[in-house]
């Protein structure tokens, strides 16, 4: 197939690029061109700015695709415009949505079913965390209503893995590879749960090559604290009670949930019906040590200092 990736040259984007080259489809990427890439050559290259609107897809004009996947839609002002343009042209519009839309779930497992947040005004253009998944709502309904069976809504929970530039995950891997003493949150009963970008990818790429259509959540394996400070391979976790991090902002400590806290759901998502559509799940081992690996000789700044860290955890042991 002939697929255009609205993105496709960070993390998420490059996954999916990287998943279709390996199942022998020729690729196109819409972007900006304003940040270097690391694809390879033979993925060709447009350029565009969808924060224009229609204005902003001139490159698009007069080519035809099999199939589009966006994974830079954030407003209806970006999206719209793309989902029109294309409808008539691609046989398949792939969105990659968020599990934000479900805002702070109180009805867990989440699943497909549960309630999505209010839809935002199409007219909105300001990302914030008030109305990033309002927003991501109004774009789903927007590529569902063009495209109808042809539409596929993938919704990502937390993505990790290589290439990650969001210091959530990389986060607890740098850290367990520091060695000494390390703060562990609570008691190792809550939950963390991410999927391997890898793992997105592919399943974008399986939903275009058998026409899979619908909404699935796309989330990973739902495993203890304790099991994640054990994967990661941390030699000398302290348990730090979440009576002791109250306070603590969460991009201080992320990933940290607490199991009854606010946005706990995050880490309760259920994934049933993708996997019955035939997503597989990476070995959350193997995740870790490729995104490690990755992360050698990199200067990621820690999101938690060390100096607040030890503070922490002299507190817990008092």
């Not at 949505?97 to 497992?109: F, L, N």
């Amino acid at each position: 197939m002939k697929v255009l990736i609205l993105g496709g040259t960070q993390f998420i984007g490059r996954h999916i690029v990287e998943a279709l080259l390996a199942g022998g489809h020729s690729v196109s990427v819409l972007t900006r061109g304003k940040t270097p890439d690391a694809l390879p050559p033979r993925v060709e290259r447009l350029r565009g700015d969808r924060d224009e609107g229609a204005a902003g897809l001139g490159a698009l004009k007069g080519r035809a695709w099999d199939a589009c996947v966006d994974v830079s839609g954030y407003t209806p002002r970006q999206v719209r415009p793309s989902a029109e343009a294309l409808s008539g042209i691609v046989s398949r519009y792939v969105f990659i949505s968020t599990g934000s839309v479900y805002g702070d779930a109180q009805m867990r497992p989440v699943s497909e079913e549960n309630p999505t947040m209010t839809p935002a005004a199409e007219d909105v253009t300001v990302i914030d965390g008030d109305t990033y998944g309002p927003l991501k709502v109004t774009c789903e309904g927007i590529v569902r209503g063009i495209y109808r069976e042809k539409a596929t809504v993938l919704r990502p929970q937390i993505v990790a893995g290589p290439h990650d530039p969001s210091g959530r995950f990389t986060y607890w891997v740098q850290r367990a590879s520091l060695g000494g003493a390390m703060l562990a949150p609570g008691d190792g009963t809550d939950h963390v749960q991410v999927i391997d970008g890898r793992d997105l990818a592919r399943f974008t790429r399986k939903a275009l090559e058998e026409a899979i259509g619908g909404t699935f959540n796309m989330a990973g394996h739902r495993v203890t604290w304790k099991e994640f400070i054990t994967a990661l391979g941390a030699k000398d976790p302290v348990w730090v009670p979440k009576e002791v991090l109250e306070g603590v902002d969460s991009s201080e400590l992320p990933l940290y949930r607490p199991e009854h806290g606010t946005y706990a759901g995050l880490m309760d998502v259920e994934n049933a019906k993708a996997r019955a559509a035939g997503l597989k799940l990476t070995d959350l081992a193997v995740t870790v040590k490729d995104t490690r690996d990755w992360l050698a000789g990199a200067d990621c700044p820690l999101a938690l200092s060390p100096g607040r860290e030890a503070e922490l955890i002299a507190k817990a042991r008092r």
